[in-house]
């Protein structure tokens, strides 16, 4: 019964490959987030859709591409991986966006790891 | 300027005890305020979400909302040892998007 699963939750490569993290829930909520958690546990929005459609792109290097086939999936596509994107991301997803008293419910994270 | 702020810590608690954790923002627009708890390898998961000034009760945890003073507050009673986590407090500003601003978290740890 997993609300927001990700997959892999491990991932372990080296500098200069392309990786993707997948995403998907099942509350039928309209809204999923990608979220970065550095090392000192700051978590920072990365980009957010809304129905398939993107609507907050923060400034985040044009290596990162998020896409969304459907409501339910969102995922993160990272080329040429440097060793500042070792991290842990975070899927997230809401009922609706819009409304600023939604509670956003977090995945189990995907802890990537660049050497 | 950070725009949400709370003390890192450790902050130390005896069990039983009261944990008093404080949350400032800078940006009045703010909407809405949440309180995320993560344990240590996991993900963030929901305590409590509070919107009106005032005080926000459920369970053992007590929310405090001055929008005046541009802060908020998680209370958590009789602290047990399970409480040991990082709490991050977050902040919506509205404006259509639902995002979520959220402070660098603080450390607690309820000792027996």
């Known amino acids: 019964d997993t609300a927001v699963s990700q997959t892999p939750k491990y991932l372990v490569t080296q500098m200069g490959n392309d990786k993707s993290i997948k995403c998907e829930q099942n509350l039928g909520h309209d809204t999923m987030y990608w979220y970065k958690q550095d090392s000192k546990k700051f978590l920072k929005i990365m980009f957010s859709y809304n129905n398939k459609e993107l609507i907050i792109n923060e400034t985040v290097p044009n290596r990162f591409s998020p896409k969304s086939p459907d409501k339910a999936h969102l995922n993160l596509h990272i080329n040429s991986l440097e060793l500042g994107d070792s991290a842990v991301y975070f899927c997230a997803s809401s009922r609706v966006t819009g409304a600023a008293q939604e509670t956003q419910y977090f995945g189990p994270g995907t802890r990537l790891l660049v050497l | 300027q950070k725009e949400v702020e709370q003390n890192s810590g450790p902050l130390s608690v005896p069990e039983g005890a009261i944990a008093s954790l404080n949350c400032t923002y800078s940006d009045r627009v703010s909407q809405s305020f949440f309180w995320y708890r993560q344990y240590s390898g996991k993900s963030p998961e929901l305590i409590m979400s509070?919107?009106?000034?005032g005080d926000k009760e459920d369970g053992r945890f007590t929310a405090q909302l001055n929008k005046a003073s541009q802060y908020v507050s998680l209370l958590i009673r009789d602290s047990q040892p399970s409480d040991s986590a990082t709490y991050l407090c977050a902040v919506n500003l509205g404006g259509g998007y639902n995002k979520l601003i959220f402070g660098a978290g603080t450390r607690l740890a309820v000792h027996p």
């Open positions: 509070i919107y009106s000034n």
